[in-house]
């Protein structure tokens, strides 16, 4: 007898630029080795954002409609065959990358590196992976991460975004007692923060350039100190960019009362002039963590590195982090996390929560931050 689907439910589609439809779609019983999980929370995340508004994200542009999100946890309605990890009545966090678990990569524990690797809600290959906003979903059950009892959907959706970090700590080797730099302060930047004082730093503050972000960075405990940027005119060449780079190094580690630097920084922009700020910011020995997608091509003064020994390394994702995340979500160990969470719609007003993160602030004058889409109330499932 062949399967039969379930009622329908709501999915947003993202079509092309800023062509986000909200449809009805079924939903298949789960197939072997699947489960069936009812969508609670999504975050919206930077790479969501370039989709809505470009339909691409760097080179992967849609080849067809796509569902978006991969931030999200939710409540298993049901399971396929095979499946013994999860039960029906599960509270899950749902980890959005499908790696093949054979090859080099995913043997040696890098499976963030997969080349099989298959992301909800990217249109890194074709077909594409549909993310989260939806009422529904199916989903491998190996990535799926039971809650803790003390965790909330919304808490347990930051948990992607806060393996970015734990991955990027891990590869830098963050232990008790060293400082560390922020440069930006958004959701990502912020989770930087909680992370580094969650591991015991001596010292965290951070760098942006918007005012408002560094005051609520700071106000809400997250660094201890602020420096905001100075506005300027776009540099003319690549060798004056180094040299101001230099010079603003100079104007905040001064105004840290930090002459010889921090031990690691966290580079949360993609930002060509702040990459290089990172370098001369980090001290002799220390270790620049390159996390934010932007510039594809940079210029380094990579002698000051060398001369210094300054490692400078990149961090993709994560690996083997959820657990590590859900129990630091449930901990307490991250004061006013929840505070990044600024704003939710239903999914149905998701068009309306992609144009809200686009402005930045809301009618009110508020900062946006992470913006959350409730899918459906799995509690009443």
């Known amino acids: 007898m062949s399967p039969v689907a379930l009622p329908s439910h709501d999915v947003a589609v993202l079509y092309g630029a800023k062509d986000l439809r909200i449809e009805q779609r079924s939903v298949w019983p789960p197939s072997q080795n699947q489960a069936q999980v009812a969508v609670a929370s999504t975050g919206l995340c930077g790479s969501d954002l370039h989709y809505y508004m470009h339909g691409r994200n760097g080179d992967f542009a849609l080849q067809a409609p796509l569902v978006l999100g991969h931030e999200a946890a939710g409540v298993v309605t049901a399971v396929g065959p095979g499946v013994t990890n999860v039960v029906p009545g599960q509270r899950v966090a749902i980890e959005a990358g499908v790696y093949c678990k054979t090859c080099e990569y995913c043997t040696k524990g890098r499976y963030n590196l997969c080349k099989g690797m298959r992301f909800c809600s990217s249109a890194a290959v074709f077909p594409h992976a549909d993310g989260t906003l939806q009422g529904r979903m199916n989903h491998p059950s190996f990535v799926l991460h039971p809650l803790p009892d003390n965790c909330s959907f919304d808490q347990a959706a930051l948990a992607e975004p806060l393996s970015v970090l734990i991955h990027a700590s891990r590869r830098a ?42 005051d609520f960075a700071r106000d809400n405990g997250f660094a201890s100190q602020t420096f905001c940027l100075p506005p300027a005119d ?15 190094s100079q104007v905040a580690l001064a105004e840290f009362g930090a002459p010889a630097g921090f031990d690691v920084i966290f580079e949360c922009t993609g930002a060509e002039p702040v990459i290089q700020m990172s370098v001369h910011t980090a001290a002799a020995g220390g270790k620049v963590m390159l996390i934010g997608m932007g510039t594809r091509n940079v210029v380094l003064p990579l002698s000051s590195a060398a001369l ?51 402005r930045g602030q809301d009618e ?18």
């Open 173 to 214: 080797n963050l232990t008790a007692g060293q400082s560390v730099l922020v440069y930006g302060v958004g959701a990502i930047g912020l989770l930087a923060c909680s992370v580094a004082k969650s591991l015991g730093a001596s010292r965290v503050v951070a760098i942006d350039i918007n005012q408002t972000r560094l």
């Open 234 to 248: 776009r540099a003319k060449t690549s060798d004056e960019q180094l040299r101001r780079a230099k010079e603003n």
């Open 308 to 358: 210094r020994e300054v490692d400078i390394q990149g961090s993709f994702r994560y690996a083997n982090t959820y657990p590590a995340a859900l129990e630091l979500l449930a901990s307490g160990k991250l004061p006013n996390i929840e505070k990044l969470i600024t704003h939710r719609f239903p999914l149905s007003e998701a068009q309306r929560a992609f144009d809200l993160l686009a």
């Open 364 to 381: 009110q004058g508020n900062m946006v931050l992470k913006v959350m889409i409730e899918s459906s109330r799995p509690e009443a499932s």
